[in-house]
Every structure is written in structure tokens, then in C-alpha cells.
């Protein structure tokens, strides 16, 4: 079933598309919503129990808060991909989809990783622990066909020249990060500052690439999102600290088993 605007006015008791903020189409049979693509101003939007299987309307809801989506036929996190642009989204229920697969944890890990400015998932509240483990050992979300990265101009670069070449892969870089924390990707002129490729070593290269499309991302954070990357630095350097004892630990005990 197709939503219409005749239906989406009368359930809202409103006069138009534009001034619609709530929505409940709980349970209507709703395979097609390609009406939200028409409501710029929707706010919080229920649509459990229903057939639909695409997010891609959604896309076009820059102020949506709270979005229910609890059995439906989403098929795989990717779609998840669309609502990446929707900035003021906090709250998903996303659960009994296809799309959760049979293990909870890695799926929400990987929600998070995608949409990691949600503050709910399922009714449960987000943690920034579980944001910065998401952030970490989440699997990355694919992006649909037609989506952000076939929408990169090349500047009449030849794709073997784009593939190697540094500044496109610091491009590539900051507008991955960019898009895991539900950010517009940046042009290719933003990063004209880049050293020359000759000035470079191959083999940190890649490395220095991270660390700059890192800085670059930071310019643009928020406070709660600069929280979000600060604890998943101190749990990263956390890491580094208990290997650093656990190689100093084994290095003592050899030193003393040779010594005896």
C-alpha cells in the first residue's frame, strides 16, 4: 500500500505537507512512503508494523528526531545509510527487521557505528561506552548504489589516476568518518593544503592520510560529539597502555628465567 497525501493530512488532521511534525501509521500496511520525500518539517514519525523495506524517502526529513520502525522488512543495515544526513535524529527502533540478523550485539554496534548520534536504539538507552566500542568494532555500513560516493566528482581525473592519488585518498578518509557520524562529505578542494605526494614516504603514507582526515573532522564537531571521540581516544590509548605492560611484564619474566 502505497502512503498518500490524502491519507498522511487526514491522519495528521493538517492542511498541508509542510506543516506536518507527527505522524502515526502504525500497522496500515505500508509498503511505499515515497510521500516523506514531500515533508521536509516531520519530527518524530511512526511507521512500525508495516512492509516497507526501503529508507530512502527519509533521506529528505532533515528535522526528524524520533523515527519507529519495529517489524517491517528493512533487508539489510545498509539502508540504514539514508537516514546518515539526518542530523537531529536521536531516537530508532529499528528491531524484529530482517535487517537485526541472530546476533544483538553486532547489530547494535553496527547501528551505532552508522548513526552514532542516536541517544535510543530499541527503547534502550545509548551509552557514549557503547558509542566509542561501535565506533571501533562496529562492521561498516555499505552505502546503497546512487548514494554518496557515486556522487563525488572525479574533476575529469581518470580512475586510475583518482585511485592513486593521495589527496583523493585523504578525501576518501575524512568524507568514511565524515559519513559515520552523520556528516555532509566534504569537496576536493577543501583539502588543496595537503602536502605534495612527492614530499611524502610511501610507507607512512596511509597513516599520515588518517591523521589528517582526522584533524580536518575535528574543525567540525559539536561538543557531544567531540565527547564521543574523546572517550574512544582514552579507550584506544587504554589498549595501548595494558599491551605496553603486557610486553614489559613478558620481557622481565624472560630476562629473569635466563638469569636463573
Not at 534502550?124 to 555500513?141: K, N
Request: glycine share 4%; hydrophobic share 35%; charged share 25%.
Amino acid at each position: 500500500m502505497k502512503l498518500t497525501r490524502k491519507l498522511v493530512l487526514a491522519k495528521a488532521k493538517a492542511s498541508d505537507l509542510e506543516s506536518v511534525k507527527k505522524l502515526n501509521c502504525w500497522g496500515c500496511n505500508l509498503t511505499d512512503i515515497s510521500i516523506f520525500s514531500q515533508m521536509p518539517s516531520i519530527e518524530v514519525l511512526t511507521l512500525s508494523v508495516n512492509n516497507i523495506s526501503s529508507l530512502s524517502p527519509l533521506a529528505g526529513c532533515p528535522s526528524l528526531s524520533e523515527l519507529y520502525l519495529r517489524r517491517n522488512m528493512i533487508p539489510t543495515l545498509s539502508e540504514l545509510c539514508h537516514l546518515r544526513p539526518l542530523t537531529r535524529l536521536r531516537v530508532l527502533w529499528l528491531a524484529e527487521n530482517p535487517c537485526c540478523g541472530t546476533d544483538p550485539s553486532r547489530y547494535r554496534l553496527t547501528v551505532l557505528r552508522c548513526l552514532p548520534r542516536l541517544q535510543k536504539l530499541d527503547n534502550q538507552v545509548v551509552t557514549e561506552e557503547e558509542i566509542a566500542l561501535a565506533l571501533m568494532e562496529g562492521d561498516e555500513v555499505s552505502t546503497p548504489t546512487g548514494n554518496i560516493h557515486n556522487q563525488l566528482p572525479n574533476n575529469g581525473l581518470p580512475d586510475a589516476e583518482m585511485e592513486n592519488d593521495p589527496l583523493n585518498y585523504n578525501m576518501e578518509e575524512t568524507n568514511k568518518i565524515r559519513e559515520e557520524l552523520g556528516m555532509k562529505p566534504l569537496s576536493r578542494d577543501k583539502f588543496s593544503s595537503l602536502s605534495s605526494p612527492s614530499t611524502m614516504e610511501k610507507p607512512t603514507m596511509k597513516k599520515t592520510h588518517i591523521l589528517d582526515a582526522v584533524l580536518l573532522l575535528l574543525r567540525d564537531l559539536d561538543e557531544e560529539e567531540l565527547h564521543v571521540v574523546h572517550t574512544a581516544t582514552q579507550n584506544r590509548l587504554q589498549t595501548y597502555t595494558l599491551d605496553s605492560r603486557d610486553g614489559q611484564r613478558s620481557s622481565t619474566q624472560k630476562t629473569t628465567e635466563i638469569q636463573h
